[in-house]
Every structure is written in structure tokens, then in C-alpha cells.
Nanobody, 121 residues
């Protein structure tokens, strides 16, 4: 069974930073775009950031300028750097392997288990 393994979540004060990691099997990582989603309690899961195999990136308006997605082909890991965190960023964050067409991202069937990010005010 394919597994995407996330880590790096935690509790942080508003204005703080976290770095999330998602390790993927090489065959999945090398042939897919990668995306980070989040789901807050009572809300739908939303796409936060995506990165193509080429390295091109896109972000939700709510996180532009604060979050940065990157990928490491040696470690077959995708990262999400979260800076200037706000209480409204509190959610479970999930990584996904999918496909990217232009600025659009289409989720694939491989998901991580989720990592909790909690931002206190």
C-alpha cells in the first residue's frame, strides 16, 4: 500500500513558523505533482499549495506570501514552510500526489494521514 508520511505539525503561537514534511515513495514522487491540503473543523478540505514536477508552484490566496512549498528529489519529500501563522491556519494538513495542469491541481488517490497544526492567538 502506497503511503505518504507527513510530519512537522504542532502547536505554535500566532506569528510563528512550522515546516511540514511529506515523504513519498520514489515512484510516486517522481511521476506526480504534489499538493498540500488542509481541513479545519466543520469545513471542507481545501487546497493550500501545489508544486509540479518542474518546480512551478501555486498557492491559495489566503496563504500567498506566507507559505512556501518545495520538493527534494533526493529525499523524495515535499515540504510546506508555514510562516506568519494565524489562528485561522489551524487545521489538519494533508499531502497528496496528483497532477497539475497550468495553475490547476487535481488530487490523486494517494494521501498522507494528516498532521495537526494549531495556532494560538
Amino acid at each position: 500500500q502506497v503511503q505518504l508520511v507527513e510530519s512537522g505539525g504542532g502547536l505554535v503561537q500566532a506569528g510563528g513558523s512550522l515546516r511540514l514534511s511529506c515523504a513519498a515513495p520514489g515512484i510516486i514522487f517522481n511521476t506526480n505533482a504534489m499538493g498540500w491540503y488542509r481541513q479545519a473543523p466543520g469545513k471542507q478540505r481545501e487546497l493550500v499549495a501545489s508544486i509540479a514536477s518542474s518546480g512551478s508552484t501555486d498557492y491559495a490566496d489566503s496563504v500567498k506570501g506566507r507559505f512556501t512549498i518545495s520538493r527534494d528529489y533526493v529525499k523524495t519529500t515535499v515540504y510546506l514552510q508555514l510562516n506568519s501563522l494565524k489562528p485561522e491556519d489551524t487545521a489538519v494538513y494533508y499531502c497528496n500526489a496528483g497532477r497539475k495542469e497550468g495553475s490547476g491541481y487535481y488530487a490523486g488517490r494517494y494521501w498522507g494521514q494528516g498532521t495537526q497544526v494549531t495556532v494560538s492567538s
